[in-house]
């Protein structure tokens, strides 16, 4: 019989629909494995098709916007938001607008048009997430600023634009609603109970070891009990942590999570499209005991159709315990 799950932190349910019982082997999407094809304006020798990079990672002996780099950070060509200008909030009668104001920034992982973030050498991953944290860091500084979203668009039909792995961050003047309520579920959760769900629902994961996918010393991998979509994946660090920074000045062990999740989908699944995202406190409170920093992992593998769009449920064909069972016993 199906089950309507309802997720914890967000409050939203899902149908888990047992009776279609998908495998990984049900699933058809094309490869999202490179190919080498036409022109590529994230590769070596093209930096010239590119705005000013921002900040990049190469010898000291090589200048900016020139090969020799490993990682390069750039403004996006055709940004969502723009840098410049104020943000103008005014009312029209009961609707609210202001300027498009943000940022939209590129994060060229690796020079390698072959590579991805599953093939990279582990330091090359350890990178990518100091970019991150580096340009959060930096872009919190203008008080415009209430929010810097990360994500990555793996594959053309996950949304990406460009074959050459990389990935994306948008500096917003309000708080995503998606993160607004993630953290209004958790702070209801601590006033009453005087816990953080993220931290109960670890404990409570680590005993039951139903939907662990893996683990390291510092960060856990799961399979969320209400996933809105097959093999939707949830890393997290294991120990309280409000906002998105490094451990001990080190982002290597969740370099080691966040790839060997990748490595396992890429097996269970071969080589699937997915989008991830990072969802972390905001600016004006990132210091608090209720809320806890994650990235969701989503492989993009069913549509959304009328039902979804009309009721906000979504229907996932694969309980969570059976994708985290595969996951967990793919060899990487």
């Known amino acids: 019989m199906p089950e309507l799950r309802r997720?914890?932190?967000?409050?939203?349910?899902?149908?888990?629909?047992?009776?279609?019982?998908?495998?990984?082997?049900?699933?058809?999407?094309?490869?999202?494995?490179?190919?080498?094809?036409?022109?590529?304006?994230?590769?070596?020798?093209?930096?010239?098709?590119?705005?000013?990079?921002?900040?990049?990672?190469?010898?000291?002996?090589?200048?900016?916007?020139?090969?020799?780099?490993?990682?390069?950070?750039?403004?996006?060509?055709?940004?969502?938001?723009?840098?410049?200008?104020?943000?103008?909030?005014?009312?029209?009668?009961?609707?609210?607008?202001?300027?498009?104001?943000?940022?939209?920034?590129?994060?060229?992982?690796?020079?390698?048009?072959?590579?991805?973030?599953?093939?990279?050498?582990?330091?090359?991953?350890?990178?990518?997430?100091?970019?991150?944290?580096?340009?959060?860091?930096?872009?919190?500084?203008?008080?415009?600023?209430?929010?810097?979203?990360?994500?990555?668009?793996?594959?053309?039909?996950?949304?990406?634009?460009?074959?050459?792995?990389?990935?994306?961050?948008?500096?917003?003047?309000?708080?995503?609603?998606?993160?607004?309520?993630?953290?209004?579920?958790?702070?209801?959760?601590?006033?009453?109970?005087?816990?953080?769900?993220?931290?109960?629902i670890i404990a409570q994961e680590l005993e039951s070891d139903k939907r662990v996918i893996y683990q390291n010393e510092s960060y856990i991998v799961l399979s969320p009990f209400a996933p809105r979509e097959p093999f939707e994946i949830w890393i997290l660090p294991k120990s309280h942590e409000s906002y998105f920074e490094p451990q001990g000045k080190s982002f290597s062990l969740l370099a080691d999570a966040l790839q060997t999740t990748l490595k396992k989908l890429d097996t269970v699944l071969e080589f699937p499209p997915y989008n991830y995202v990072l969802h972390t406190s905001p600016f004006q409170n990132e210091i608090n005991d209720y809320y806890h920093w994650h990235i969701e992992i989503i492989p993009k593998l069913t549509k959304t159709a009328g039902f979804e769009w009309g009721s906000g449920f979504f229907i996932n064909p694969t309980p969570p315990e059976e994708a985290a069972k595969f996951m967990r016993e793919a060899k990487v």
């Open 7 to 200: 997720d914890p932190i967000s409050g939203r349910w899902v149908i888990i629909a047992v009776e279609r019982g998908k495998r990984p082997s049900d699933f058809t999407s094309v490869s999202q494995k490179r190919k080498l094809k036409g022109f590529c304006p994230f590769c070596p020798g093209n930096e010239y098709t590119a705005p000013q990079e921002i900040i990049s990672f190469r010898p000291p002996n090589t200048a900016p916007n020139t090969p020799g780099w490993t990682l390069r950070v750039v403004p996006n060509k055709f940004p969502a938001l723009q840098i410049h200008g104020d943000l103008n909030k005014r009312g029209e009668g009961v609707y609210d607008k202001m300027n498009g104001i943000g940022a939209h920034e590129v994060i060229i992982e690796t020079p390698d048009h072959l590579a991805s973030l599953s093939t990279l050498p582990l330091k090359a991953v350890e990178d990518v997430l100091w970019a991150y944290y580096l340009r959060i860091t930096d872009l919190k500084k203008d008080v415009r600023f209430k929010y810097v979203l990360v994500f990555k668009n793996e594959g053309e039909p996950a949304g990406a634009s460009i074959e050459h792995t990389h990935s994306q961050l948008i500096a917003l003047p309000i708080v995503p609603h998606i993160v607004n309520e993630e953290m209004n579920s958790a702070k209801k959760y601590f006033e009453l109970r005087d816990r953080c769900i993220f931290c109960d």
